[in-house]
């Protein structure tokens, strides 16, 4: 009985550590094909031709891409991309403001899962970069988030065209830039890109910038 016991937890363990290997295997797409996967998921997305999305084992293994985006509920990643289970690695915090946390969140992504592209995605109408704007005051722990915001509003004084518009885009390039800046793992890494990108919510297109 001792000895069937041993058996079981020999086979447990080694079950238990093929699964999160398996779950940690990617794509390996480089940045330029990601980018592309991303695009192409987007277009069905404003199409409305949705491909089928699989949850089965083999589907799994799929994971090419990081997006750090806004905990908005209109802003879910797998499906304005058209992506499925496992297929890309989501973070999201309010007006997508990234610390110490969400780094290194990313930075895990990118050396242990393998990912070579990371997306910033920012979005029409957002509440976060709309409060800051508005001004007022902002409860303690929300005052953290408006304070990483406030620069890309700062900035969007100064330039013409949509006041909000350019301080969504602004934000995003912050945040862009703030991760490029501090961190040592995405600069060793030989073909890791960081971009930024805002969706419309009116329209469903995403528009990449560099």
């Known amino acids: ?14 079950l238990s550590l093929s699964l999160l290997s398996y779950s940690n295997e990617s794509k390996n797409l480089s940045s330029k094909e990601a980018l592309q996967k991303l695009v192409e998921g987007n277009e069905r997305f404003i199409k409305e031709d949705y491909s089928i999305q699989h949850i089965d084992k083999d589907y799994r ?34 007006g997508e403001v990234v610390d110490k946390l969400e780094l290194g969140s990313i930075e895990y992504a990118v050396e242990h899962l393998g990912v070579n592209l990371v997306v910033v995605l920012g979005h029409e109408n957002c ?10 005051d902002i409860p303690k722990n929300i005052s953290y988030i408006a304070d990483e915001i406030k620069p890309a509003v700062d900035k ?5 065209g949509d006041f909000e518009e350019n301080a969504i885009k602004n934000n995003v ?30 329209t469903g297109k995403v528009e990449f910038f560099n």
């Open 173 to 202: 390039d912050l945040i862009v830039n703030k991760i490029k800046k501090n961190s040592e793992i995405i600069e060793e890494a030989k073909d890791c890109k960081v971009i930024g990108g805002v969706y419309s919510i009116t």
């Open 1 to 14: 009985m001792k000895k069937f016991s041993k058996i079981l937890l020999v086979c447990t363990l080694f």
């Open 127 to 136: 509440g976060a970069v709309g409060a800051v704007i508005k001004g007022g």
């Open 156 to 160: 969007a004084k100064t330039q013409k």
């Open 61 to 94: 293994k799929g994971l090419f891409a990081i997006v750090v985006t806004c905990s908005d509920s209109r802003v879910a990643p797998e499906l304005l991309f058209d992506q499925g289970l496992g297929d890309i690695f989501v973070i999201r915090t309010a």
